[in-house]
T-cell receptor, first 112, second 115 residues
Framework: RKEVEQDPGPFNVPEGATVAFNCTYSNSASQSFFWYRQDCRKEPKLLMSVYSSGNEDGRFTAQLNRASQYISLLIRDSKLSDSATYLCVVNGPSGSARQLTFGSGTQLTVLP | NAGVMQNPRHLVRRRGQEARLRCSPMKGHSHVYWYRQLPEEGLKFMVYLQKENIIDESGMPKERFSAEFPKEGPSILRIQQVVRGDSAAYFC?????????????FGEGSRLTVL
């Protein structure tokens, strides 16, 4: 089993749609969780952290379910510019950056 | 540009040649990480360095790969006697310290193609 698993997609949605991505992780000792965004042939960039209570940043909502070891990202009112690959990232118990484990990513294409 | 700088952006090598990839961390950052990304796969941790020290190389293949971060100059990832399977995007990231809020600052990557 992979440490971090994501549905690779692709998800093709029309502008304005709501889309949700899921991610599961295998290490129950994982301490922190993140979503990164990677545009085609570019570097990954931090999109948002994921907190136990759930958190929202504009059109983006992230949720964590520790019992099920499951993370989600919801994007409302999709824009063309949201087209990218979304990487689920999990950090180990030490909090050291070298313990960041990246999922393979979920590809999103928002269509006009 | 005060971001993480990587070069070359694209590198083509024939089997058996050497590849050298360079990374200058963000200003003020003393911790460097190298990752490899194969097509359709996630970023895989390779090595973590501070100035003049390799802290963790648990993700680095035991043969042909080496990394350094000298006192002066960029960090270098060196791949000797490249094979086709080494073709990938190699990303460097930096952070100000070893513990992280989860935000790593990545360079734009070096794309190695082995013919």
């Amino acid at each position: 089993r992979k440490e971090v698993e994501q549905d690779p997609g692709p998800f093709n949605v029309p502008e304005g749609a709501t889309v949700a991505f899921n991610c599961t992780y295998s290490n129950s000792a994982s301490q922190s969780f993140f979503w990164y965004r990677q545009d085609c042939r570019k570097e990954p960039k931090l999109l948002m952290s994921v907190y136990s209570s759930g958190n929202e940043d504009g059109r983006f909502t992230a949720q964590l379910n520790r019992a099920s070891q499951y993370i989600s990202l919801l994007i409302r009112d999709s824009k063309l510019s949201d087209s990218a690959t979304y990487l689920c990232v999990v950090n180990g118990p030490s909090g050291s950056a070298r313990q960041l484990t990246f999922g393979s990513g979920t590809q999103l294409t928002v269509l006009p | 540009n005060a971001g993480v700088m990587q070069n070359p952006r694209h590198l083509v090598r024939r089997r058996g040649q050497e590849a050298r990839l360079r990374c200058s961390p963000m200003k003020g950052h003393s911790h460097v990480y190298w990752y490899r990304q194969l097509p359709e796969e996630g970023l895989k941790f390779m090595v973590y360095l501070q100035k003049e020290n390799i802290i963790d190389e648990s993700g680095m293949p035991k043969e042909r790969f080496s990394a350094e971060f000298p006192k002066e100059g960029p960090s270098i990832l060196r791949i000797q006697q490249v094979v086709r399977g080494d073709s990938a995007a190699y990303f460097c990231a930096s952070s100000p310290g070893g513990r992280t809020t989860g935000e790593l600052f990545f360079g734009e990557g070096s794309r190695l193609t082995v013919l």
